[in-house]
């Protein structure tokens, strides 16, 4: 078995290497389009990251434990429509946005109750999910979209500049903030560790005294908190719920996940380097459209990405056993 101080050069790689690849991709269409890398247009594309960036972490959480959700864009995307919908029809903001964040934390509990409860497997679980909470979703709109005027629904939009130039928002600074707490609790706190044991072997984890079924659970319940933020980070960006939103929601957020250094295969990985994978999706998405690649051969490029990450990771766990 690896002692902790062999792990500790791969732990780097899982971190500097995404960072590596966006620099790379910002400078390859920095050098290719005029523009690219003004400031105005890297605060654009941090932007939109933001709401790929949430759903990332989320995902990250429970990919950490060996799972996956395939339906996390889904959540979000049924937590704009309550959150637009309540504050359309007269509900304060305030309320309308715990109403959306409770109805995606309740959609990762019971994800992570079958999980747990039942030992389902998570893609087979999450599968279902995604059916279910699409056809509730669009059931629940009614055939229509919803405009979020409430200003605590909008907030996350709200414009700063820095320096008179740089464009910020209030989104930025809590998606920073969200990473950096799940940094400091992954990676300094016994229950990061127990997170972590739980993905690398969960019947090691058991025997260790670890409960294994509860913090299962919270993974998917912090999951689903997650994608309700993003459904806020959402509303802020486009102040409108669509239930056809976020069509390839799940594919980008896998592939942030894994290009982002974090193993498929559960235990290994950090989530600076989720951070620096979902601008990665987001840099590449942009690279490619200002190039005039079609959306179509857009999303080959980000399935044939992902699929490679994975086969670099199976390697690099083969040859470290």
């Not at 995307?77 to 934390?105: E, N, R, S």
């Not at 910020?168 to 950096?180: D, F, N, R």
């Not at 997170?195 to 659970?217: E, F, K, S």
Request: aromatic share 6%.
């Amino acid at each position: 078995m690896p002692t902790r101080t062999s792990r500790l050069p791969a732990l780097r790689r899982r971190t500097i290497g995404p960072i590596l690849a966006l620099a790379t991709l910002l400078l390859t269409f920095g050098l290719a389009h005029s523009g690219f890398l003004a400031l105005g247009n890297l605060s654009l594309l941090v932007q939109q990251s933001l709401v790929l960036g949430t759903l990332a972490l989320g995902q990250a959480l429970v990919i950490f434990t060996a799972g996956v959700d395939l339906a996390c864009a889904a959540v979000a995307v049924l937590g704009t429509l309550v959150i637009a919908k309540l504050a359309m029809t007269g509900t304060p903001g305030f309320v309308a946005l715990l109403m959306g964040l409770l109805a995606a934390a309740v959609a990762g509990a019971v994800t992570g109750g079958l999980v747990t409860g039942l030992k389902l497997p998570p893609f087979i679980v999450t599968f279902g999910m995604l059916v279910i909470v699409g056809a509730v979703t669009r059931a629940y709109a009614q055939g229509r979209t919803y405009t979020a005027t409430d200003g605590t629904a909008g907030l996350l939009g709200t414009t700063k500049y820095l320096f008179g130039r740089v464009e910020l928002t209030y989104g930025m600074g809590l998606l920073v903030l969200m990473y950096l707490v799940a940094w400091f609790v992954l990676k300094r706190t016994r229950w990061g560790a127990d997170v972590r044991a739980i993905g690398t072997d969960p019947r090691d984890a058991r025997r260790a005294g670890i409960p294994v079924r509860r913090t299962t659970l919270v993974v998917y319940v912090l999951a689903g908190l997650c994608y309700g933020i993003a459904a806020w980070q959402a509303l802020g960006r486009v102040p409108i719920a669509d239930p056809e939103a976020l069509p390839l929601g799940n594919l980008d957020t896998i592939a942030a996940v894994v290009v982002g250094g974090v193993s498929l295969f559960g235990g290994r990985g950090s989530v600076l380097g989720v951070l620096a994978g979902a601008l990665s999706v987001v840099v590449l998405r942009a690279g490619l459209a200002a190039s005039g690649v079609d959306t179509l051969y857009q999303d080959i490029v980000i399935g044939v990405l992902m699929i490679a990450a994975v086969a670099v990771d199976r390697y690099s766990l083969g040859r470290q056993r």
